[in-house]
């Protein structure tokens, strides 16, 4: 109240008569209420930026396709290259905060949309729509009531299942942090409320994931459905109720001309199910987080096989080859089983042992399948069966939750397509019971077959044979007969690249058939099912698949659970009904992107959209508003609101009507700050200054009395007969800020964290505020900002056409 009675005791004066002490007065107290903190250069031209709604982060979108983050005191955390090349780069599209601002996720025109941890930039789930994503949106639901709402199910898995780690690299337990992350991949824990990633893409659809993952449905938007020239989505917003879906279209007509529309759309179905939808999403977060273990331990058992193996098998196949070409009796197996039984090696393979295979070859040989073997073995008994478990025990309770039709049904989710992913996972479990008895046995059969021609080697070298080696029980020798007649009984084909096959567990990580699956002839279970073949059909037992190979089976379970989990997905686009459709702009012979910004009010249930009325910069924007609660359309509010005659600068005298009169002012860029303020760009139609750029916090209290209802849109144009509202009377001087020597472009704000950030005209430089300053710091404003414009150089303050290209800050971890 002290500052309000000076100021106006001071604009009393005749500003003609005043002083120099007069107009430091002045400036001392009309302060504005927001101050500059930085000014900087990035390495890139930026795209596009997104402030993170819980931290003093700022995520940036390079022309390049990078995705940089940054702190407020522009200190570099990371960065994600798009893999872009000479020939063709990768564009990011959109960004998109998760409300709790732990994930950051950010498409390309590929149609990939990653979401990666803010912590470490990991990227923990990537969704592919196949087609250029125009928008990204991410809503959490409001507070609902806890007496309407009360919960339905509880997870008790952590008392039944084993906890996941994650892998190092030799193949144990990491660090407990590691551990944390394998029980939660997707990072989901924590998720208390719902929240939806809402897509918008150029094919004039809309995609909802909830917790940016789970397929919650989809919606056509194009105004003509079956018209093959799709409509574009250049913006969508979702209340926070999950009623009401807002979309904003670009219509390319035969003549090369654009058009632009507003659609809304009531969408119940997510409101009357979020504690459902809420529910089994975050079941599907668990069951992808256990999809994602079982592909890391996939590829770690891969990493763990040794091709030495194939090795042996081509020194063989050359052994065949030579007794072929050489017209020599028998097989390879002949000579080896004639070894066995009587102690003589033939000529040839005698030559074969001490100068191919060599006994420091063998030896070598025998001590990389051991330990290629044992690795394996920890990863299948440790990771793989331990993961398939804990995924059947979730597929069940799915299967469950699609049992209760009464709470589940309505969206969509069917116990028939669980329950065939639920068999499918039975099934996997038992081929990982499969692959491990393969293991053992080739294991067993590996140590015995080389102990034994290890003996062999060193008798006929008339060396000294250890006596460990040389105590070969019968036992023994019944695993090298067993080996022998299941690995040699192949007969020379010079067609084949090989005649033996030593190695049976690579053929499980290949994706194709198994082609030496193992043999069930004299299992007791396997006949007593092909002798009763009804027993399968009773749904209760799994099926075994002795030919498929493990990657194949796991690419089956992964196609089977996506069709189980997307029961939703159609449910949404029958039940949504469209509340309004009107016209914005249409038949303009440019492609003219307007400026869009939505703001959901939880406390009055209403959507806001604020939209310009052409690309900037452009006279005016309109103000929509509309309520999510009602079913039935009552129409929207409108008005439109215009910055001519509005005077900015805080020292300029606003007593000459001409002055203002000739101020005009153009909209430049426009976000909603929180519910109540509008954060501005403007600039001014000057061109004798061309870098007069100002910033403006616009209250639009004084708008809502102003707004005008229009009757359900059905196509018509919004802004006949809607009112433009000169904005001057409502405009504080010290919320607007002019931006010295800048030619600005747009801006990204964040009410939440109270900053700005303003970006120039050449996509190189920017410039962040502090919103909202206290008093107590408002003195020091006016010395912050003389310091860092006496820091920056001539160059970087009045020509930000040509900056010099600061070196990449250092990376810090979070």
């Known amino acids: 109240m002290i500052f309000t009675v000076f100021f106006q005791l001071v604009r009393c004066q005749p500003i003609e008569d005043a002083t120099a002490t007069l107009w430091t007065l002045i400036r001392v107290f009309n302060i504005m209420s927001f101050r500059q903190l930085e000014q900087r250069h990035v390495s890139a031209e930026i795209a596009l930026m997104a402030w993170n709604p819980m931290l003093d982060l700022i995520a940036l979108a390079t022309v390049n396709g990078d995705v940089l983050l ?74 609902l009531d806890p007496e309407e709402y009360r919960p339905i199910y509880t997870d008790r898995s952590k008392e039944f299942l084993q906890r996941h780690f994650a892998l190092s690299k030799g193949y144990s337990t990491a660090s407990n942090k590691s551990e944390e992350m394998a029980e939660d991949f997707k990072r989901m824990k924590g998720q208390k409320e719902l929240n939806i990633l809402a897509i918008g893409m150029e094919i004039g659809s809309v995609h909802l994931h909830s917790f940016g993952m789970y397929p919650t449905g989809f919606i056509d938007v194009c105004i003509k ?91 063989l196949h050359n052994y065949a080859h030579q007794k072929y070409t050489a017209s020599e009796e028998g097989t390879i197996s002949d000579d080896f089983l004639e070894l066995l039984m009587f102690g003589n090696p033939s000529d040839s393979l005698e030559k074969f042992l001490m100068h191919d295979l060599t006994e420091s070859g ?118 090298v007969a067993e080996f022998l007649k299941e690995h040699f009984t192949i007969e020379y084909d010079e067609n084949n690249k090989t005649t033996v096959k030593l190695e049976r567990v690579a053929q499980y990580l290949k994706k194709e058939d198994l082609p030496y699956p193992p043999s069930y002839s004299g299992n007791p279970w396997v006949k007593f099912l092909k002798d009763n073949p009804q027993m399968l059909e009773t749904g209760i037992i799994f099926q075994n698949l002795p030919e498929k190979s493990l990657f194949t ?99 300029a005298p606003s007593t000459s009507s001409s002055t203002e009169a000739d101020t005009n002012l153009k909209i430049l860029d426009l976000k909603f700050y929180n519910k109540d303020t509008i954060t501005v760009l403007l600039s001014e139609d000057n061109p004798e ?60 704000v964040s009410g939440s964290r109270k900053v700005s950030c303003v970006l120039f005209s050449s996509k190189r430089q920017i410039r962040l505020f502090e919103m909202d300053v206290d008093d107590e710091d408002e003195e020091d404003e006016m010395e912050h900002e003389e310091s860092i414009m006496k820091n920056a150089s001539k160059d970087e303050i009045f020509s930000d056409e040509e900056v010099e290209v600061d070196k990449p800050d250092k990376e810090e971890p979070m």
């Open 553 to 651: 089976m796991y690419s089956d379970l992964r196609k089977v659970i996506d069709t189980a989990v997307k029961g939703p997905w159609t449910i949404l686009q029958e039940t949504a009904h469209e509340q309004n459709f009107y016209t914005l702009s249409e038949k303009s012979k440019v492609q003219s992107l307007p400026k869009i910004s939505h703001f959901y009010c939880s406390e009055t249930n209403y959507m806001y959209t604020a939209i310009t009325v052409s690309a900037p910069p452009c006279s005016h924007f309109y103000l929509i508003r509309e309520k999510s609660t009602e079913s039935k359309s009552n129409g929207v509010e409108v008005i439109g609101v215009t910055f001519h005659g509005v005077i900015c600068s805080p020292l």
């Open 225 to 315: 459905p079956d018209d093959p020239k799709k409509d574009r989505v250049i913006s969508v917003a979702l209340s926070k109720d999950f009623r009401l879906l807002t979309v904003v279209l670009e219509k390319k007509g035969e003549e090369e001309n654009y058009s632009y529309y507003y659609r809304s759309y009531f969408i119940s179905l997510i409101y009357d199910c979020v504690g459902e939808i809420k529910i089994v999403s975050l079941k599907f977060g668990q069951i992808s987080s256990l999809l994602t273990c079982l592909s890391s331990t996939i590829r770690a058992i891969s990493e763990a096989w040794e091709d030495i193996l194939l090795e042996i098998d081509t020194k």
């Open 689 to 748: 200054d061309k870098n007069s750029s100002y910033l403006l916090q616009y209250s639009i209290k004084s708008l809502l009395t102003q707004l005008k209802p229009v009757a359900a849109g059905t196509g018509q144009l919004l802004g006949l007969d809607v009112p433009i509202l000169k904005a001057s009377p409502f405009v504080e001087k010290k919320n607007c800020k002019k931006l010295e020597g800048m030619k600005a472009l747009q801006i990204a």
């Open 70 to 143: 940054h702190r407020l005191s522009w200190q570099k955390v990371w960065s994600v290259s798009s893999g872009s090349t000479k020939d063709k780069i990768v564009q990011v599209t959109a960004l998109a905060w998760r409300p709790d601002g732990k994930i950051l996720a950010y498409a390309y025109d590929t149609g990939a949309i990653t979401l990666c941890d803010v912590e470490n930039s990991e990227a923990v789930h990537v969704l592919d729509v196949h087609c250029v994503v125009t928008s990204l949106t991410w809503v959490q639901c409001m507070q």
């Open 362 to 479: 063998l030896k070598k040989f025998g001590q990389s399948i051991e330990l290629s073997y044992s690795n394996i073995q920890k990863l299948v008994l440790k990771r793989l069966q331990n993961v398939a478990v804990a995924l059947f025990y979730h597929l069940n309770e799915l299967k469950g939750m699609a049992m209760w039709t009464e709470q589940f049904g309505p969206i969509g989710l069917k116990e028939s397509l669980v329950n065939e992913a639920v068999m499918a996972t039975g099934s996997f479990v038992l081929k990982a019971n499969e692959i491990q008895q393969v293991i053992d046995n080739s294991l067993k059969n590996f140590k015995a077959f080389f102990r034994w021609l290890y003996s062999v080697m060193l008798r006929l070298a008339e060396e000294p044979i250890p006596p460990e080696i040389s105590r070969l029980t019968q036992q023994d020798l019944n695993f």
